[in-house]
């Protein structure tokens, strides 16, 4: 007998169930006498937040899911596993909850940012070298969320209804290599239903995952997914999360006593829960396993090994990840996609004299989509501040233009002082209703977030104090952000008060957009005491306390001489920034989203930019025909002036080092290495599948195996950028396609003057056919990195599943196929035709 299965006799029934359901928020329940450890899992999916969400333990914050997917680059995604798997042990994580790899259904998908791609290939292979890289440093990954969670309306209840086919082909076969190949140890089981089922009690678990895809890891439910005993306990859902409560425990005793759950459901599930713990090095006498991926793979086995080898071995495993900050610039750089150039870029050495940097997203960069991705980066480069450093001896001005955030941005650390110990940051105070100080600490934020778990008991109030260097002498608008009655003074004087009350009792819609207040404020002199305090707050979780400005219409804001008052009026501000632009060699305008439209727990309600941001981005290219814009998006936004401007540069949710990225970029240190991962449209009203609101509880994906850009090749629809498209910096030209069933070959050469990247992309096609197909479909591609002159030979291998449907089994139809090679999926210069047997 296995030595686990040993430890699984030592088990009484109740102890058995007691690890089946979290011990708290993130992590597992110990069982000291067979010697296994808790296991904590962390969000995820581009940073390791760890238990808190608190800025003193800060995380790295790696691009988007959407940037490294531009990347296409297999070897950069492994890189970024590796670098969340050291994050992870740094802070004492076992599990991280990613990668996620719901597909681009709809745009307006609000995890867009989150996830890869429109095409189920490229997520696959991005998902299985993910999984590996985590996987090699002794953690383990979690894909989720399995499967159809490709929206975020009624995410709790809503019903996908979807073709078997269209799961094969699409939605599962995401999963598939992460599964198969990668091996990975955890899923996420999502919270929808598909087909009628729950996806925590769905016969999907069953079939294809734990069956035919082998897999022998923990399904993890969802936070709060899993909502009943017999039918969860009945299906292969192993681990309720979060703890203590949930419908097991006692309840799931119960109904093994009384037989509507076999012992043997339970035994099957703590099996899979020690093989984890076995695997991350969580169960003494177990060595962990450090690597699936190698071919001398010990994974599927944990061996058996003194129990003082477990750290060491483990401990090591992820100390060959490249350093955090280093890759996520790399990341932000080579996923940033270059749609549109009209000879702008790069900027010849030494660059522009002069800079007019425009937008809020310029100095407010968004590093990543909000919801349960966010981690506190440890600082956050932004776009003005990357090109500040790369042109030091350039004018640079920022001008706001247009506001994209509603509420309260924090006052930005660099201009804060604690003033009881005179570090950097704030004070905060945490008091009693009796006005007895509980806590009194510094903290490196102006932005209190998430509150919930590092309150002392019994708050009444909190209290942030700071000293703040006025940036720019004049009026600011300075107010606070979150529930209960909040007051602000300015050196001593009271300049605001007001009760503040959260709507509605979505909880985690509290913690992204609290309840604001501001006023109108002119300093009087360098430095003023700002004292942002908040009574009477409420005693649940979603406590929240951000000081800071408020940029909204109605207000103004200043950063330079060039950008004076704008009062609040939308026009006023545009002529700020075109009066900026008028003077400056280049404009470059940084155009985004807000936390409030893109992030988890909603999708958004159109791909529109908000604010005033398409009339800024017009009028400033009219007067300066050397206007660069940069978009700040993790999803498709429309562009309807993209015509107008010198250059497009789309940046996603860039990460914390995006700043630095940017200038490499505008400066030609490296090129743009983006190739679109999903299909940019022109129009809302061209999207082919755009709705994502269930009717009547459903989602019906009809659309069937349709999706992305095999969709708008059917509906023959020209979006604004196809899928796989992307400029760099130097031009290329593919020749001698050479294809058989198994490879295909083409020479790529470099005919610029510079050194570049090219992501050479194969698909297929089928002409006359008696199953329904896409027009064509993406069976492969190759990153090429070439010298200037240089050709290299490029060979893609083809898998049998290129050419094969489903039809009740995995079927290939014989024949004759054509192989289509190019640069993007509408740029396919390149056809050979193929017979497959
Ligand atoms: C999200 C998951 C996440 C979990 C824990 C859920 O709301 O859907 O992706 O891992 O919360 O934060």
Known sequence: MHRIDLLLNKLTLERKVRLLTGADEWSTHPDPDIGLRAMVLSDGPSGIRGVTWDERDPAVNLPSATALAATWDVSTAHAYGAVLAAEARRKGAHVVLGPTINLHRSPLGGRHFEAFSE????????????????????????????????????????????????????????????????????????????????????????????????????????????????????????????????????????????????????????????????????????????????????????????????????????????????????????????????????????????????????????????????????????????????????????????????????????????????????????????????????????????????????????????????????????????????????????????????????????????????????????????????????????????????????????????????????????????????????????????????????????????????ALVRTVAAVNPRTVVVVNAGAPVLMPWRDEVAAVLLGWFGGQEFGTALADVLLGAVEPGGRLPTTWPAKEADVPVLATAPVDGVVAYDEDIHIGYRAWLRAGTQPAYPFGHGLGYTSWELTGLAATPDEVSVTVRNTGDRAGKQVVQVYLSRESSTVDRPERWLAGYAVVRADAGRAERVTVRLTRRSFQHWDQGWRTEPGDFTVHAGTSVADLTLTARISVP
Request: net charge negative; glycine share 10%; aromatic share 4%.
């Open 119 to 614: 095409d189920p290939l490229l997520t696959a292979d991005l998902a299985a070298a993910y999984v590996r890289g985590v996987q090699s440093g002794g953690v383990a990954a979690t894909p989720k969320h399995y499967v159809g969670n490709d929206f975020e309306t009624e995410r709790f209840t809503a019903n996908v209804s979807v073709s078997e086919r269209a799961l094969r082909e699409l939605y599962l076969a995401a999963f598939e290599k992460a599964v198969v190949e990668a091996r990975a140890w955890a899923v996420m089981s999502a919270y929808n239903a598909v087909n009628g089922a729950t996806m925590t009690e769905n016969p999907l678990l069953a079939e294809p995952l734990c069956g035919e895809w082998g897999f022998d890891g923990v399904v993890v439910s969802d936070w709060w997914a899993a909502r009943t005993t017999a039918p969860a306990a009945l299906a292969r859902q192993d681990l309720v999360m979060p703890g203590p409560d949930g419908p097991w425990g006692e309840a799931l005793v119960t109904a093994v006593r009384d037989g509507r759950v076999p012992e043997s459901a339970v035994d099957e599930k703590v099996l899979r829960l020690l093989r984890l713990a076995a695997r991350v090095g969580a169960l003494d006498g177990f060595t962990p396993a450090p690597d699936t991926a190698s071919p001398g793979d010990t994974a599927t086995s944990a061996s058996e090994a003194s129990p003082s080898d477990t750290a060491t071995s483990a401990g090591s495993a992820a100390g060959s990840a490249e350093d955090g900050a280093v890759l996520a610039r790399r990341v932000a750089a080579d996923g940033m996609v270059l749609v549109r150039n009209d000879g702008e870029l790069p900027w010849a050495a030494p660059g522009p004299r002069s800079v007019a940097v425009i937008g809020h997203n310029a100095l407010q960069f968004r590093t990543q989509g909000g919801g349960s991705a966010t981690v506190t980066p440890p600082y956050v480069v932004s776009p003005l501040d990357g090109l500040r450093a790369a042109l030091p001896d350039a004018e640079i001005t920022w001008t706001l233009g247009a506001v994209t955030q509603a509420g309260i941005a924090a006052l930005p650390i660099a201009l804060l002082t604690d003033p009881v110990s005179g570090e950097p940051g704030v004070r905060a105070r945490f008091l009693a209703a009796d006005g007895r100080e509980l806590l009194s600490e510094n903290r490196r934020s102006a932005d209190l977030a998430r509150l919930g778990g590092s309150r002392p008991a019994g708050t009444a109030s909190v209290e942030v104090s700071t000293r703040y260097r006025v940036r720019e002498p004049g009026i600011v608008r300075l107010g606070v952000a979150g529930a209960g009655r909040a007051t602000l003074t300015v050196d001593g004087v009271r300049v605001l008060e007001r009760e503040l009350v959260h709507e509605g009792e979505d909880f985690g819609g509290g913690l992204v957009s609290p309840p604001h207040a501001s006023v109108p404020v002119e300093p009087a002199g360098e430095e003023v005491v700002l004292v942002a305090r908040l009574d009477d707050v409420p005693q649940r979780n979603g406590l929240t306390l951000t000081l800071g400005e408020d940029l909204s219409p109605g207000t103004q804001a200043t950063d330079a001489k060039q950008a004076n008052s704008t009062d609040g009026d939308p026009a006023e501000a545009i002529e700020a920034a075109v009066v900026a632009a008028r003077r400056a060699e280049v404009a470059v305008i940084v155009v985004g989203t807000s936390p409030e439209i893109e992030r988890e727990a909603a999708d958004r309600a159109t791909l529109a930019l908000p604010g005033a941001q398409d």
